[in-house]
T-cell receptor
Framework: AQTVTQSQPEMSVQEAETVTLSCTYDTSENNYYLFWYKQPPSRQMILVIRQEAYKQQNATENRFSVNFQKAAKSFSLKISDSQLGDTAMYFCAFMKGNSGGSNYKLTFGKGTLLTVNP | DSGVTQTPKHLITATGQRVTLRCSPRSGDLSVYWYQQSLDQGLQFLIHYYNGEERAKGNILERFSAQQFPDLHSELNLSSLELGDSALYFC???????????????FGEGSRLTVL
């Protein structure tokens, strides 16, 4: 079974600064996907960024980027130029790759509550 | 707006009662997933349906059941409710057969269940 660990229950950062959220995972799979989801106070889960395990290049989406270290099973999220709207709970998630089936079950970490201060 | 619709948004009921949560997936999505989010357990996968068939079960109690109908909407039935069932229940949908963004799930806003 897969496990996802987020060791930082809470973090805070000043507006415009950079913050990194940590995530480690445990799996015996070789083909998988990793995600960061954001849950703002509105509570809807929003995909921030995704990474395919077979890709060595780290994914980036505007101000969001990841540091994917496959051997270390580490998947951290870096938020640059933090904005007040980034205040949310951030969840790291793991999904097994599949060979054409349709099972996209996510295993989530416990989350990190990020507060961006003005 | 993710395109996934969940009703009701909030529900308050008593122990021992039964409730039904409803989910309409994004247009064209064949897969529906149910997740439970509670303070102590975090986000837990409950069950997955694909095109009307159950595909995977997670930590779903026997008091809970789900189904996906021919029009692809899904219902999660929770019975003999206990205080510990109070949680946010999310539905998510996906294309289900690969595509340009394989593996992306689209979440609804959740149904907040409070059991008193």
């Amino acid at each position: 079974a897969q496990t996802v660990t987020q060791s930082q229950p809470e973090m805070s950062v000043q507006e415009a600064e950079t913050v990194t959220l940590s995530c480690t995972y445990d799996t015996s799979e070789n083909n998988y996907y990793l995600f960061w989801y954001k849950q703002p106070p509105s509570r809807q889960m929003i995909l921030v960024i995704r990474q395919e395990a077979y890709k060595q290049q780290n994914a980036t989406e505007n101000r969001f980027s990841v540091n994917f270290q496959k051997a270390a099973k580490s998947f951290s999220l870096k938020i640059s130029d933090s904005q007040l709207g980034d205040t949310a709970m951030y969840f790291c998630a793991f999904m097994k790759g599949n060979s054409g089936g349709s099972n996209y079950k996510l295993t989530f970490g416990k989350g990190t509550l990020l507060t961006v201060n003005p | 707006d993710s395109g996934v619709t969940q009703t009701p948004k909030h529900l308050i009921t008593a122990t021992g009662q039964r409730v039904t949560l409803r989910c309409s997936p994004r247009s064209g999505d064949l897969s529906v997933y149910w997740y439970q989010q509670s303070l102590d357990q975090g986000l837990q996968f409950l069950i997955h349906y694909y095109n009307g068939e159950e595909r995977a079960k997670g930590n779903i109690l026997e008091r809970f059941s789900a189904q996906q109908f021919p029009d692809l909407h899904s219902e999660l039935n929770l019975s003999s409710l206990e205080l510990g069932d109070s949680a946010l229940y999310f539905c998510a949908s996906s294309v289900g057969s690969g595509g340009a963004r394989t593996g992306e799930l689209f979440f609804g806003e959740g149904s907040r269940l409070t059991v008193l």
